[in-house]
T-cell receptor, first 116, second 112 residues
């Protein structure tokens, strides 16, 4: 069985602070995909990143960076110099390799509030 | 480019009434389609998925059903709504395996 844990239910920071959202997962699969999605107040989930389990290189995209550590089964997400527009619920998700990615197992999400 | 449309955005229905939520995808063929429900403050629960016309897989037993009458149309239905059916329903699609899913804007259903 798969499981994704986002232990931080809510995080509140002041604009320009850096913030890290934690994601820990459990799976028996040797190959799998990990995802992060953003859910702004409008409701739709927006895809942010996909990472496969055999590529442990960290990734940076603008103010966003992701740290994948297979040894600790973690896939953490850092926002540098946070902005008010970053306020949203962020979901981490896991899916086995070679399966429909829409069948991902989602964590319960972390609500990030960035105050001006 | 591909787009996904989901409607209505909000819906208030009495207990025992029927339900029909519709989702359509444009700009792609033979997408995998999904219905999720999101309870308040919780993650997403996969309800149904479909890999082709008329092919529906149910992930959890419930008071809901899904149908895929056309390649890019996915419908979520209920004959009689329960209070526990209230929630935020999201439709999503993916091109296939090993790819991310793309979500619609969701329907907030309140059963009263």
């Amino acid at each position: 069985a798969q499981k994704v844990t986002q232990a931080q239910t809510e995080i509140s920071v002041v604009e320009k602070e850096d913030v890290t959202l934690d994601c820990v997962y459990e799976t028996r699969d040797t190959t799998y995909y990990l995802f992060w999605y953003k859910q702004p107040p409008s409701g739709e989930l927006v895809f942010l990143i996909r990472r496969n389990s055999f590529d442990e290189q960290n990734e940076i995209s603008g103010r966003y960076s992701w740290n994948f550590q297979k040894s600790t089964s973690s896939f953490n997400f850092t926002i540098t110099a946070s902005q008010v527009v970053d306020s949203a619920v962020y979901f981490c998700a896991l899916s086995p390799y070679n399966t429909n990615a829409g069948k991902s197992t989602f964590g319960d999400g972390t609500t990030l509030t960035v105050k001006p | 480019s591909q787009t996904i449309h989901q409607w209505p955005a909000t819906l208030v229905q009495p207990v025992g009434s029927p339900l029909s939520l519709e989702c359509t995808v444009e700009g792609t063929s033979n997408p995998n389609l999904y219905w999720y429900r999101q309870a308040a403050g919780r993650g997403l629960q996969l309800l149904f998925y479909s890999v082709g016309i008329g092919q529906i897989s149910s992930e959890v037993p419930q008071n809901l059903s899904a149908s895929r009458p056309q390649d890019r149309q996915f419908i979520l239905s209920s004959k009689k709504l329960l209070l526990s059916d209230s929630g935020f329903y999201l439709c999503a699609w993916s091109p296939g395996s090993n790819t991310e899913a793309f979500f619609g804007q969701g329907t907030r259903l309140t059963v009263v």
